[in-house]
Each structure stands twice: as C-alpha cells, then as structure tokens.
T-cell receptor, first 112, second 108 residues
Framework: EAQVTQNPRYLITVTGKKLTVTCSQNMNHEYMSWYRQDPGLGLRQIYYSMNVEVTDKGDVPEGYKVSRKEKRNFPLILESPSPNQTSLYFC???????????FGQGTRLTVV | SQKIEQNSEALNIQEGKTATLTCNYTNYSPAYLQWYRQDPGRGPVFLLLIRENEKEKRKERLKVTFDTTLKQSLFHITASQPADSATYLCAGTGKLIFGQGTTLQVKP
C-alpha cells in the first residue's frame, strides 16, 4: 500500500532533550516536506527536499534540522526542543511539487 | 513573502446547497493550485489540482476555478452533504505552501 509513515504518532518530551521524528515513503517520490499545524495558523512549512541531499528552509525552520540521505526517508530533528515547538507535525511526499501530495498520519508533540 | 490566504471563518450551510470557498495568493504566481480536505486529527487528503492555464476543473460534485487576474481560486461543492463537513485547504506550488484552511459545516 502506498503510504507515508511517521513515527512516533504521539510524543511528550522535556525541554532540551533531542528528538527525531521519522518519515518514510514507499512511493519513490522525489519531493518531501515537513509542516507544523497550530490552531488558527494552518499548515506552515518547516523544511522541504526536492531530492536526495537537496534540502531547503520553509517558512518556519528555526529550531529544526532535516536530512535526506536516501530517497524514502526524511527525518525531522529537534536538537533542543522548547515548549513553543509543541504542535501537530505532518510529513508529506509527492512525485514533484506540482503533483498530488500524500501526507503522513501526523505526530502530536508536546514539549514540557 | 509568498502567501496563500483563505477565509479562516467557518462556513455554515444547509444540506443540498452549494458551498463556495475562496483562496487568494499574493507575492507570487503559482503555476498550479491544489485543494485538500482535512478531517480533525488527520493528514490532509488531495482533492483537485488546477493549472494556471485552466479556467475550471470538475470532479463529481467538486469544481475549482483559477483566475490569474484576481489572483484567486474558488472551490465549489454542489449538493452539499453533512459528510462534506471538514476543513478545506488551498495550496500553491512551487514549494507547496498552504493557506490556513476554511472549515465547512453542512447542516442536515
């Protein structure tokens, strides 16, 4: 089944403790992207990747890192999480940016 | 900066009526606009894509328009049903940026 898989689905962590949210797609898509969703603010893009080893900042990249060492995986790294990073996170992939995007199930992160 | 804007106020309509949602873009000219549906706590699901040289696109009860002069896309759901209640998101390419979404509530 074609899908985008994020893990974990839920995470509660403490300020400053490094964490990684994984994202994997099995559709051989070139384009992958991370978003955070907060009430009233919609989906805001954190980072995106046009292909392997090609990543770029979105609108809200501060406090986040990404890597794209292989086509299927695009992990989101929070080196030192803070409470303002409490949010619902989505990973998405598509063959190209102009084409239909497929989203993961979401990761609800709480930083205390 | 590039922006996609949607009316963040909820839209409430009666079952059977046509719902019309608006998407405006500023500071860029997307070659494509996409529309997604999102249910609470779930990821967005793709509905329709329209190219800048297409005036209108239809899929079953859905219709999307793209007006490059007004820098606007309209999304219509005809013969709306309570099951259409959800948040609808507009997105522009390039790097696929989204509007805030408009929540539609269809009352029986």
């Amino acid at each position: 089944e074609a899908q985008v898989t994020q893990n974990p689905r839920y995470l509660i962590t403490v300020t400053g403790k490094k964490l990684t949210v994984t994202c994997s797609q099995n559709m051989n898509h070139e384009y992958m992207s991370w978003y955070r969703q907060d009430p009233g603010l919609g989906l805001r893009q954190i980072y995106y990747s046009m292909n392997v080893e090609v990543t770029d900042k979105g609108d809200v990249p501060e406090g986040y890192k990404v890597s794209r060492k292989e086509k299927r995986n695009f992990p989101l790294i929070l080196e030192s999480p803070s409470p303002n990073q409490t949010s619902l996170y989505f990973c998405a992939s598509s063959p190209r940016t102009a084409m239909e995007a497929f989203f993961g199930q979401g990761t609800r992160l709480t930083v205390v | 900066s590039q922006k996609i804007e949607q009316n963040s106020e909820a839209l409430n309509i009666q079952e059977g009526k046509t719902a019309t949602l608006t998407c405006n873009y500023t500071n860029y000219s997307p070659a494509y606009l996409q529309w997604y549906r999102q249910d609470p706590g779930r990821g967005p699901v793709f509905l329709l894509l329209i190219r800048e040289n297409e005036k209108e696109k239809r899929k079953e009860r859905l219709k999307v328009t793209f007006d490059t002069t007004l820098k606007q896309s309209l999304f219509h759901i005809t013969a709306s049903q309570p099951a259409d209640s959800a948040t609808y998101l507009c997105a522009g390419t390039g790097k696929l940026i989204f509007g805030q979404g408009t929540t539609l509530q269809v009352k029986p």
